[in-house]
């Protein structure tokens, strides 16, 4: 099984700040997931990669597969960002999805 | 609208009463899955379905059943369900494996 951890659990800024969020895992994967829930629990996937960088916005993400970590960045940072941000890798043998215990972000005016 | 619908959305019952969610995507996806999510365990895989009459069991798979009979509905069935069902339950869809997943709104479930 593959092993995800985040870092950190727990994030407060102020807004206009850069962001990172960290996730590592422990098997080598093919794919990673960064997904976004608002309070209220809706969930939306944000990026999925393979390899390199995506940008969305004033949202990145990157991931070095040879060291098994990603990170999610954010840009200019807003109340409205306020989130759990929660990343998930697949396993190079399967096709089931093992998820991080998320990162919840408070962006404060 | 593209969409992941899960019905109910809350839903309370008694131990041992069998129940079932459903689940239906309209985007034609063939990879469909249902997850749970309870605090301080985030989400976990419970099956999954790479297409039609294709299903395999995912983390946490004991206690739940599913079936995927036709390729937009992907239904969860609690047989007998206990307590510790009591969670936040999710279903998704994606073209396959390989793509982002497509979330629905999640069912409420709480396990008297």
Request: proline share 5%; with cysteine; hydrophobic share 30%.
């Amino acid at each position: 099984k593959n092993e995800v951890e985040q870092s950190p659990q727990n994030l407060t800024a102020q807004e206009g700040e850069f962001i990172t969020i960290n996730c590592s895992y422990s098997v080598g994967i093919s794919a990673l997931h960064w997904l976004q829930q608002h309070p209220g629990g809706g969930i939306v996937s944000l990026f999925m990669l393979s390899s390199g960088k995506k940008k969305h916005g004033r949202l990145i993400a990157t991931i070095n597969i040879q060291e098994k970590h990603s990170s999610l960045h954010i840009t200019a940072s807003h109340p409205r960002d306020s989130a759990v941000y929660i990343c998930a890798g697949d396993s190079n043998s399967g096709y089931a999805l093992n998820f991080g215990k998320g990162t919840s972000l408070l962006v404060t005016p | 609208e593209a969409q992941v619908t899960q019905n109910p959305r809350y839903l309370i019952t008694v131990t041992g009463k069998k129940l079932t969610v459903t689940c239906s995507q309209n985007m034609n996806h063939e990879y469909m899955s249902w997850y749970r999510q309870d605090p301080g365990l985030g989400l976990r895989q419970i099956y999954y379905s790479m297409n039609v009459e294709v299903t395999d069991k995912g983390d946490v798979p004991e206690g739940y059943k599913v079936s995927r009979k036709e390729k937009r509905n992907f239904p969860l069935i609690l047989e007998s369900p206990s307590p510790n069902q009591t969670s936040l339950y999710f279903c998704a869809s994606s073209p396959s494996f390989q793509n982002e997943q497509f979330f629905g709104p999640g069912t409420r479930l709480t396990v008297l």
